[in-house]
Nanobody, 121 residues
């Protein structure tokens, strides 16, 4: 089994910063990509940022220039640093990992439990 544990959410004032973290553990052979998605009430889940095994990154247009995704490879952990936060960033943020298991062949996708980020005006 693979588990994703998220932390770092909370309440912050507009213009402030937050750093989200997500640690993957379990039967992992290799990680293809890790990323962050978010879902606000009434909205569909959307990609915020993603980082692949070669270090390439991708960001949603709404957060470009304000966020940075990074990985600590030795701990299978991904971070999302968000600065200059806006009320529209308020959502539940979900960690996502695409990986190959160490027991059975194949590509698997896992989701974290989600963490609430609330930005007050």
């Amino acid at each position: 089994q693979v588990q994703l544990v998220q932390s770092g959410g909370g309440l912050v004032q507009a213009g402030g910063s937050l750093r989200l973290s997500c640690a993957a553990s379990g039967s992992i052979f290799s990680i293809n990509a890790m990323g962050w998605y978010r879902q606000a009430p009434g909205n569909q889940r959307e990609l915020v940022a993603r980082i692949t095994s070669d270090g390439s990154t991708r960001y949603a247009d709404s957060v470009k220039g304000r966020s940075t995704i990074s990985r600590e490879y030795a701990k299978n952990t991904v971070f999302l640093q968000m600065d200059s936060l806006k009320p529209e960033d308020t959502a539940v943020y979900y960690c996502n990992v695409l990986l190959k298991g160490s027991v059975l062949s194949g590509l698997y996708q896992y989701w974290g439990q989600g963490t609430q980020v609330t930005v007050s005006s």
